[in-house]
């Protein structure tokens, strides 16, 4: 999978205890720096590119201290969602659903792809374009890269950042984005990027950092591949019949709507579930609580783009408030 979990990056965000981790001599980065740029140019990237972004590069000690960090403890669906889906980040979206709802609606049409799952994916994943992260993107990805952990993983994804750069679509001064290396308004890494940013205003680049329509675009483009299907939501939360047990939950197990009505669930609001020819999963986020969705195939497609069922639930709630606001 090609995402770093971002409920692990919310939980680091608060502040959680960090475990020490073993320097390394700075002599020993330095032939790792060199073996990489020889990899690079074999794969292609120009000797310019990389001398503009790779002289005087060095290891940020703090991406490994944040790349090192445990929980102290899991936080419940509820924290999560109040965190992520509260009253001032849904009255903003509306806000702003609104206001660039001519190019959401031409960006829907295009890609099929709902406007309040488009914003929602974009005020959860960077705060509406404000969170994008401080961190050089090489520099981080380098640390990530060079120190071991995942060293494959975040090589990949270096090496990507350099083809980035050499395309020309960012320059390595405006390419920054989170210590794990995800980029820009929808925090895409490299290889996201290169398979799924569009060049949807026009200008020969591909901008997830300042171009709206080049944001919008790239985020329609991943659910689309994702395997999004227009007509479909991606759930509901439900109500379970009282003393339930023995329900099948997790999304291993489908039945059709008509089975889990007969199984005693309800909509939300106590209401029959819609007489409709759809199978869906029971999904139950935390243990022991009665909080619980009915999610259809739509819901697995916002899984592809963050496999946290927590992540995925909150869009699809923060979704519905903004298009029923």
């Not at 899991?74 to 992520?84: K, L, S």
């Not at 009255?91 to 031409?106: C, F, T, Y």
Request: charged letters at 25%; glycine letters at 8%; one cysteine or more.
């Amino acid at each position: 999978m090609e995402f770093v979990a971002r409920r692990d990056l919310l939980a680091l965000a608060l502040g959680l205890a960090a475990a020490p981790w073993p320097a390394r001599s700075a002599g020993r980065f330095d032939p790792w720096l060199d073996e990489l740029r020889r990899e690079a140019r074999a794969a292609g990237v120009s000797a310019t590119t990389l001398e503009r972004a790779l002289r005087g590069l060095e290891p940020i000690p703090r991406v490994i201290e944040l790349d090192r960090k445990q929980p102290e403890r899991r936080f419940t669906f509820a924290e999560y969602r109040q965190r992520v889906v509260n009253a001032t980040r849904i009255d903003r979206g509306r806000r702003l659903r609104a206001e660039h709802g001519a190019l959401l609606a031409q960006v829907q049409a295009e890609y099929g792809i709902p406007s309040d799952i488009i914003v929602a994916l974009w005020g959860i994943e960077s705060n509406f374009g404000e969170t994008q992260g401080s961190f050089p993107v090489i520099a981080a990805l380098a640390t990530l890269a060079w120190e071991g952990r995942r060293a494959s993983f975040f090589r990949k994804e270096l090496l990507a950042a350099l083809r980035i750069l050499d395309k020309g679509h960012v320059t390595p001064t405006r390419m920054y984005g989170s210590w794990a290396g995800a980029m820009g308004q929808c925090q895409f890494m490299p290889t996201t990027f290169l398979a799924y940013a569009v060049d949807a205003d026009g200008d020969g680049r591909r901008d997830i950092w300042e171009s709206l329509p080049d944001v919008f675009a790239s985020i329609a483009n991943y659910m689309r591949g994702a395997g999004w299907s227009s007509g479909y939501r991606w759930g509901r939360a439900v109500v379970l019949p009282r003393g339930a047990s023995g329900l099948t939950t997790g999304l291993e197990h489908k039945a059709s709507l008509a089975r889990w009505s007969e199984l005693g669930l309800r909509r939300a609001d106590g209401a029959p579930l819609p007489d409709e020819p759809i199978r869906a999963s029971l999904v139950t986020p935390d243990p022991g609580d009665s909080t619980a969705f009915l999610v259809y195939d739509n819901f697995r497609s916002l899984m592809v783009w963050n496999r946290s069922t927590y992540f995925a639930l909150s869009v699809g709630l923060l979704a519905d408030e903004l298009r029923e606001g």
